[in-house]
């Protein structure tokens, strides 16, 4: 099939949409949406203007652990009624033979993906102070749903997140280097000899941040995206996560290059966990302790990222693949500075 992008095979995934997805008619048309690094996604768009999102794992190997479409459909249907606002999911294929790999389908949700300050720009400025806090207002309101009372009880082990995270994440960072950098270690060990003491367990999303969500033009997030790191565990590692991302005009850069939060309007750093310490109850004391935490998590990930565009995993999106190579440097030193002797 003329013009579909590397990753779906137009004929057989046309095919189950038409079987599984109701109001929909072919033929389609299949375009990759920018701005993914890990799980390839997919705008598909049927005769009549109908418009899905369809998400499947990178090309080539992965790790095991990683990238579970069926995880992802389950996480975001179990949430569709509660406060935090999600893309209606359609449907999940099973089957690699449709194309290769297991992918599911969610509705499409119109809005701004704040990446950058160029996309920060098209918010007003009280438009950037509504999304800075009704994005920390969607995270406490996800850490306030009940797992079980969702159905998502099942969905990981309780206690002794991090502990869980650094073995994870220190396990996949030797599947996947490409080189010796010893401060990864390093923070690994500093990590692991002074884990803070967890509080009741949570739903915790992963990898929070202006970037995994969909921002109305009047600021509220519409849609939280990517959930493949979503389990069970201390609600502190999202809030530290978001922290890291939280760059300031004239301060910390924050995890992103050109942060969007360096916009005027948005609030501050010490703002936004003050907002979250409210909305919560919980204590900010060691939120140092996660952020490094966040960094060196981060680096782990993006090193995987590096590998796989090294490897060609994902498609034809690798122009400037090298500059993640310095970023995992980047944050290694990040959070050998944060979490200290």
């Known amino acids: 099939m003329a013009g579909v992008p590397e990753g779906i095979d137009g004929a057989r995934v046309s095919a189950w949409l038409k079987a599984n997805i109701a109001e929909v008619s072919p033929p389609f048309t299949f375009e990759l949406i920018a701005g993914g690094h890990s799980n390839l996604t997919f705008k598909v768009t049927g005769v009549g203007g109908s418009v899905h999102v369809l998400r499947r794992p990178p090309l080539g190997q992965v790790l095991a652990t990683a990238h579970d479409m069926g995880r992802e459909h389950m996480i975001i249907s179990a949430l569709a009624p509660t406060p935090v606002p999600v893309a209606p999911a359609f449907g999940y294929c099973a089957d690699p033979d449709v194309t290769g790999a297991p992918f599911y389908v969610m509705g499409y949700v119109s809005g701004l993906v704040l990446h950058d300050t160029a996309a920060a720009a ?19 309101d996800l850490h306030a749903v009940d797992p079980a009372r969702v159905g998502l009880g099942e969905l990981g082990r309780t206690e002794g997140y991090i502990a869980r995270q650094l073995r994870r994440w220190s396990t996949q960072w030797e599947k996947s280097k490409t080189r010796e950098l010893p401060a990864v270690e390093r923070v690994h060990a500093r990590l692991a000899a002074s884990i803070p003491a967890q509080g009741p367990a949570t739903i915790v999303h992963g990898d929070y941040r202006p970037g995994n969500c969909i921002t109305g033009d009047d600021g509220r997030i519409r849609a939280v995206l990517d959930w493949e790191l979503c389990t069970l565990g201390d609600p502190l590692a999202d809030v530290g996560y978001l922290a890291l991302y939280w760059g300031e005009s004239g301060g910390l850069s924050g ?15 010490d703002e936004v966990l003050a907002r979250y310490a409210a909305r919560s109850g919980r204590d900010l004391g060691e939120i140092a302790y996660y952020v490094a935490f966040s960094a060196w998590k981060l680096a782990c990930i993006v090193e995987g990222v590096y590998s796989r565009y090294l490897h060609g995993a994902m498609g034809a ?17 990040t959070a050998e500075e944060t979490i200290g002797g």
């Open 317 to 333: 999106q690798a122009e400037g693949f090298e500059l993640f190579a310095h970023r995992v440097e980047q944050l290694a030193a």
């Open 255 to 269: 995890a992103a290059a050109d942060s969007p939060t360096t916009m005027p309007g948005f609030p501050s750093r």
């Open 122 to 140: 098209a918010l007003s400025e009280p438009g950037r102070r509504v999304a800075g806090e009704h994005l920390v207002d969607v995270l406490a």
